[in-house]
């Protein structure tokens, strides 16, 4: 069974940088069928794509935050991270840790779908 | 940037269908999957590929995909499917792919 597990501080300051950590069990990140990756949810609000990362290197950003983003993934660990530069309150979130295929894998005129997902943890921005 | 529009709520009787869309400019071309997410949880994924569903996802869960408008269908529902639902899909039309999801539809059991 595979499971995400996300850990990181619950409270940040505004202008900090925000650092996630996702550890993987059930399954190895080095897999080169998936990638790995995070969706934010703003509290009361939808989903929010951050982007996805292979353990090759291949990332996949949203464009309204490559510039602040950034992501590592530690083999030996079985663990990616997460970070995010200059926070903002807009920032605050339900931070999940997900997995889709790679594209790749995917059926021909089909896309990945996120199939795993992490419990979340909640991220708030305040000094 | 593609955008994807879904209704704020639905409400339905139990034992009624339920029936959430997803609007997008020929989103027919485009391969969607759905989320729900009951209160204070994570999104599951209930179908991808417009209609397939994940194992251990009841039959009562289908879709469709067609011109402007992807539909989750709920047949028979029962309280509990009152959750948040989710369409998602990829853009892919500048040089970088791109994940969008809908603002989410709250279905309520009344």
């Known amino acids: 069974q595979v499971q995400l597990q996300e850990s990181g501080p619950g409270l940040v300051k505004p202008s900090e940088n925000l650092s996630l950590t996702c550890t993987v069990s059930g399954a190895s990140i080095t897999n080169s069928s998936y990638f790995w990756g995070w969706i934010r949810q703003p509290p009361g609000r939808g989903l929010e794509w951050i982007g996805t990362?292979?353990?090759?290197?291949?990332?996949y950003y949203t464009p309204s935050l490559r510039s602040r983003v950034s992501f590592s993934v530690d083999t030996s660990k079985n663990r990616l991270s997460l970070r995010l530069s200059s926070v903002t309150a807009a920032d605050s979130a339900v931070y999940y840790c997900?997995?889709?295929?790679?594209?790749?894998?995917?059926?021909?005129?089909?896309?990945?779908?996120?199939?795993?997902w992490g419990q979340g943890t909640l991220v708030t921005v305040s000094s | 940037s593609y955008v994807l529009t879904q209704p704020p709520s639905v409400s339905v009787a139990p034992g009624e269908a339920a029936r959430m869309t997803c609007g997008g400019n020929?989103?027919?071309?485009?391969?969607v999957h759905w989320y729900q997410q009951m209160p204070g949880q994570a999104p599951i994924l209930v179908l991808y590929?417009?209609?397939d569903r994940p194992s251990g996802i009841p039959e009562r869960f289908s879709g469709s995909n067609s011109g402007n408008t992807a539909t989750l269908t709920i047949s028979r529902v029962e309280a509990g499917d009152e959750a948040d639902y989710y369409c998602?899909?990829?853009?892919?039309?500048?040089?970088?792919?791109?994940?969008?999801f809908g603002g989410g539809t709250k279905l309520t059991v009344l």
């Open positions: 990362v292979h353990y090759s290197g291949s990332t």
């Open positions: 590929y417009d209609s």
């Open positions: 020929n989103i027919g071309s485009k391969s």
């Open positions: 998602q899909v990829w853009d892919t039309s500048s040089d970088h792919r791109n994940v969008v």
């Open positions: 997900v997995r889709h295929l790679a594209w790749t894998r995917v059926p021909a005129a089909g896309t990945p779908c996120f199939d795993y």
